[in-house]
């Protein structure tokens, strides 16, 4: 029996196209006078030392971290430190209302049902635990974050490595076989898969890879649990 689920978030509940069309666009065109205006925030500064470290650069060099950033989002590269400053920037962003969280009404109806019926929700996310926040506290369909009892990013490892489920499976507290987890990309399933957790495919006619492994529904609205 089900009692937990875990949702990636692009592709799943949210479109790909506002994540790339939306949010990404918007950090990489702010990120320079957020960097420049809050360096000596201590949490940004924090970022700025961690990005430094991997390029090599001092961290006073705002303009070479700043280039390193804007090559990291070009790439679509999962770095910790980008994902956390790109979340600060988007905070702004959602808290002006330059924009809301798309998440699609079906995911919302569901995400609301279950949590009224005990299934305890979690969210396992490239993105960073404050960017996840954002999308769902300033949805469309209003703040769901109350629906949600835990967050997980890349911090806790990435979401091709079974450990990575092994980790959110023993921070959960259930056993893997109580656990579903709910992606769009088949390397994500097969990693939960191997660490024995339940998994569905979510396939809403963009364009994502299926197999013929796992359950595949085109939305949420097919997930019985």
């Known amino acids: 029996m089900i009692k937990a689920i875990v949702t990636d978030i692009e592709g799943t509940t949210s479109s790909i196209r506002f994540v790339h069309d939306v949010l990404f666009p918007y950090s990489a065109r702010h990120l320079e006078q957020f960097l420049r205006d809050r360096q000596a925030r201590p949490d940004v500064a924090e970022q700025l030392a ?15 971290i700043h280039d390193q950033l804007q090559n990291w989002i ?35 109806e569901a995400i609301q049902r279950w949590a ?10 490239s993105g960073s635990v404050a960017a996840q926040r954002l999308i769902f506290g300033y949805s469309e369909a209003g703040d769901l974050t109350p629906c949600f009892e835990g967050y997980f990013d890349t911090r806790i490892g990435h979401k091709k490595e079974p450990a990575s489920y092994q980790t959110i499976q023993q921070t959960i507290g259930l056993s893997a076989e109580e656990i579903l987890f709910l992606s769009d990309v088949p390397a994500e399933l097969e990693a939960a898969h191997e660490a024995c957790l339940g998994v569905m495919q979510l396939v809403r006619g963009e364009p994502v890879e299926s197999q013929d492994k796992f359950p595949i529904v085109a939305d949420f609205s097919e997930i019985s649990v």
């Open 50 to 64: 961690a990005v430094a470290e991997t390029a090599g650069l001092e961290s006073s060099d705002i303009a070479g």
């Open 74 to 108: 070009a790439s679509d590269t999962k770095a910790t430190p980008l994902k956390a400053l790109q979340g600060m920037i988007w905070q702004e962003g959602y808290e002006k209302g330059a924009f809301k969280g798309h998440v699609y009404a079906d995911a919302a």
């Open 116 to 125: 009224s019926r005990g299934i305890r929700l979690f969210v396992y996310s």
